[in-house]
Each structure stands twice: as structure tokens, then as C-alpha cells.
């Protein structure tokens, strides 16, 4: 059968132009993601097995569809051995392709598989733990080859659906699309940041009685993080390593990056920082969305 499949594959005269494999460990958003792509108006098949992908990109082409998601993962059993040779004939065959991966730490997805109460596929009659890691090792390859790398550890599913958004909600593919997230260091680094920038050399709000309460999003919080040169510097600093990398990136095939922005609590002084930075690269003409991780958290 799979010989069979991929053979009809490869006389295929044209596919979908646009596909995305949706794939990663079973409790880390995939069906979250989904979701967000069908509202983004792609025709989103779940639970596919790898063998069919070929003939179903080549099928939706003829009733004039041009963007394609199937999440595609474990659930399939044997047959999820063929993804990396379906992926390989849709990459031969249409124009773009992305895969993502979604991964989360061991201890987020226990808890999101107790308060389902569903086990994992690969789980058996042993523990949760020994099914995620049983799924870890045999996807390890495909995380690897993976365009896109999303940790959902700290994401709510409104978050997981702005990055997203963010990846696949435009059409403009020649230019680097930015996602800034805020953060704070005390919740932990977020690991899926292509660049990470450390904001706790400013003065802190926090130590100001009548800015404590509130965040960076709040226009005196902001006012009193950015009227200091250094943050001015920085913030221009900032826009040259973005410049400096951005071509480096896009001739590499990467058109999204994620800049991550840290205080130490995520509330005042990165917030402020992202949003003035998204305001001046939109300035440039540049996609870029913000993300607040850590706000709201004490």
C-alpha cells in the first residue's frame, strides 16, 4: 500500500499550493492549532494517515482549495513511520510546505491528560510519564527537520492561537513576520525564542508605589520605562540585530522569529518594551504581533 500510494504520488501533474503538517506530542495543542487554521480559512483534515497525504493535497486542489493542514501524528500507529516520506513528496510537489511541531514539558502534559482523563496513545496499560516519553523518542526526527517549534509549556490556548495566527494569517511571505513575546525570568525562559533580550538593567516601576500596580501596557508605566536613554539605545539596538539577521533568515527559509523580551516578572518594564518595539517595526512595515506570556502572573 505505501509503495502503491507514493507512486500515485509522483505523477501527480500539481497539488494544493500551500500545505501544513501539524504534529508534536499528544497533549501539546495540536487540536488547539487546528482549530486556529480552519479559522484562518485552511481545510484542515485530522488524524490522517501519512500514506493518503499526497492523493488528499491533489483531491482538495480539484474543488479549488490552495491551503492545506492535517495534523498528523502517533494516533495513526504504523502508519505514522510514513510521514517523513509523504512530507518529502508533498515538499517535491507543492510550493510550500511547513511543518510544525508542538512539544510541551513532561509535567504540563500529565496534567493536561489528567483533566481529560484520556491516555496517551503510546501509553499502554504502563504511566502517563512512560507514554510521553515513549513518544519523545520515536518523534525526535521530525522535531529535528521540524520549520516551526512551538512550546506550549506556558501558553494559554488564546496565545498558542495568536502564534499561530501569527505563522499562517498572512499572505506576505517576503518579509520576516515577528512575534515579540514578553516575558519574566522568574517564570523561566521561554525555549522556543530565536532571540532573547534581557530588559532588568532599567529602572523598575515596580519600586514606584503608584506604578506597581499597574503593567507596561498602562501609559505611565510606559512613559517611565522609555524616557530613559538606555531604554531608547536598547530599543534601537534591538532594530539592528533584526536588520542584521533578517536577510540571513529569510534566504535560509525561515520568515518568522520570535523575540522574546525579559524582566523579572514579565509585568512592567518588558511589556512596555515589546509593545514600543512592535510599534516601530510596524513603523518599517514590518508584521509584527505581540505576545504577553507572563502578565497577570505573580
Not at 534581557?198 to 512613559?223: M, T, Y
Request: hydrophobic share 45%; proline share 4%; glycine share 8%.
Amino acid at each position: 500500500m505505501r509503495e502503491a500510494g507514493f507512486a500515485f504520488a509522483a505523477r501527480l501533474s500539481g497539488m494544493v499550493s500551500e500545505v501544513a503538517i501539524i504534529t508534536g506530542l499528544s497533549g501539546a495543542g495540536r487540536r488547539t492549532a487546528a482549530h486556529a487554521m480552519e479559522d484562518l480559512g485552511w481545510y484542515v483534515v485530522d488524524n490522517l494517515p501519512p500514506v493518503m497525504l499526497p492523493s488528499l493535497a491533489e483531491t482538495v486542489t480539484g474543488f479549488g482549495m490552495d491551503r492545506l493542514a492535517v495534523v498528523a501524528d502517533v494516533r495513526t500507529r504504523d502508519f505514522f513511520e510514513q510521514l517523513p516520506d509523504a512530507i518529502a513528496t508533498l515538499r517535491a510537489h507543492t510550493s510550500k510546505l511547513a511543518l510544525v511541531y508542538l512539544e510541551a514539558d513532561d509535567d504540563v502534559i500529565v496534567q493536561r491528560q489528567e483533566s481529560s482523563r484520556r491516555p496517551l496513545p503510546l501509553q499502554g496499560h504502563g504511566r502517563l510519564i512512560d507514554g510521553i516519553t515513549k513518544e519523545r523518542h520515536l518523534m525526535a526526527d521530525l522535531r529535528a527537520a521540524a520549520d516551526i517549534v512551538v512550546d506550549t509549556s506556558r501558553l494559554s490556548a488564546r496565545q498558542l492561537v495568536q502564534r499561530i495566527a501569527n505563522h499562517f494569517g498572512s499572505e506576505r511571505t517576503d518579509q520576516l513576520a515577528v512575534t515579540i513575546m514578553s516575558f519574566g525570568f522568574k517564570h523561566g525562559l521561554p525555549i522556543d525564542a530565536d532571540l532573547v533580550f534581557d530588559v532588568r538593567f532599567l529602572p523598575n516601576p515596580f519600586w514606584i508605589p503608584e506604578l506597581r500596580p499597574k503593567s507596561g501596557l498602562s501609559r505611565d508605566v510606559a512613559q517611565y520605562v522609555l524616557k530613559h536613554e538606555a531604554a531608547q539605545s536598547f530599543l534601537g539596538n534591538m532594530i539592528d540585530v533584526l536588520e542584521t539577521v533578517s536577510p540571513g533568515y529569510l534566504n535560509e527559509g525561515k520568515r518568522q522569529v520570535t523575540v522574546a523580551i525579559g524582566c523579572t516578572g514579565g509585568k512592567h518594564r518588558s511589556t512596555a518594551m515589546g509593545e514600543e518595539l512592535a510599534r516601530r517595526l510596524r513603523d518599517k512595515d514590518v508584521m509584527a504581533t505581540v505576545l504577553h506570556r507572563d502578565m497577570g502572573k505573580e
